[in-house]
T-cell receptor, first 118, second 114 residues
């Protein structure tokens, strides 16, 4: 089974430029998450999708960040314009609804996109 | 407000030793406590998890101990190996509705010396 696929792996851009990250979740996983991971910190949720609906975007800085999940599969996270403080790793994760199997409560993370804004 | 506090920030252990990482939480609505392992350049990977109705869970060399009254849980890695060198994150899930949001600790960088 393929894992969560993210691209690009690395991105370097100048401040004020736009940038986009792409995520392909595990097949059949209805729930998709975007997390932000700053250096030396744990991941922090930006947005959660149930199918194509954003059900929790309370932590997404909406003045410059946007996300979409067309057709409830792939997702794109965009920053426009990027700021120096946006330099971080952007992680995508997906999960299926939990059942009695405890492990299904867990997410599967992608390898992330490391963004450097200069 | 940091909802999940993790310590220590870094840990150095000799091969064959026991690694212990601790976490504490405040939110009594948390109902699921996973531990994630992250290698450089990789995303976090689920290592082991526990629910609060269980005091201990063991999987191979990895054990979670859970103290509900103290709102603390810890990860024990027995017979630590150099391959265990990674960053470990504890996390907690809020049981409210269908919210699967995980709140992570700040992580512990474990180094196992050969």
């Amino acid at each position: 089974e393929a894992g969560v696929v993210q691209s690009p792996r690395y991105k370097i851009i100048e401040k004020k430029q736009p940038v986009a990250f792409w995520c392909n979740p595990i097949s059949g996983h209805n729930t998709l998450y975007w997390y932000l991971q700053n250096l030396g910190q744990g991941p922090e949720l930006l947005i959660r999708y149930e199918n194509e609906e954003a059900v929790d975007d309370s932590q997404l800085p909406k003045d410059r960040f946007s996300a979409e999940r067309l057709k409830g599969v792939d997702s794109t996270l965009k920053i426009q314009p990027a700021e120096l403080g946006d330099s971080a790793v952007y992680l995508c994760a997906s999960s299926s609804p939990p059942d009695r199997g405890f492990r299904n409560y867990g997410y599967t993370f992608g390898s992330g996109t490391r963004l450097t804004v200069v | 407000q940091q909802q999940v506090k993790q310590s220590p920030q870094s840990l150095i252990v000799q091969k064959g030793g026991i690694s212990i990482i601790n976490c504490a939480y405040e939110n009594t609505a948390f109902d699921y406590f996973p531990w994630y392992q992250q290698f450089p350049g990789k995303g976090p990977a689920l290592l082991i998890a526990i629910r609060p109705d269980v005091s201990e869970k063991k999987e191979g060399r990895f054990t979670i101990s859970f103290n509900k009254s103290a709102k603390q849980f810890s990860l024990h890695i027995m017979d630590s190996q150099p391959g265990d060198s990674a960053t470990y994150f504890c996390a907690a899930r809020d049981s409210g509705g269908s919210n699967y949001k995980l709140t992570f600790g700040k992580g512990t960088l474990l180094t196992v010396n050969p």
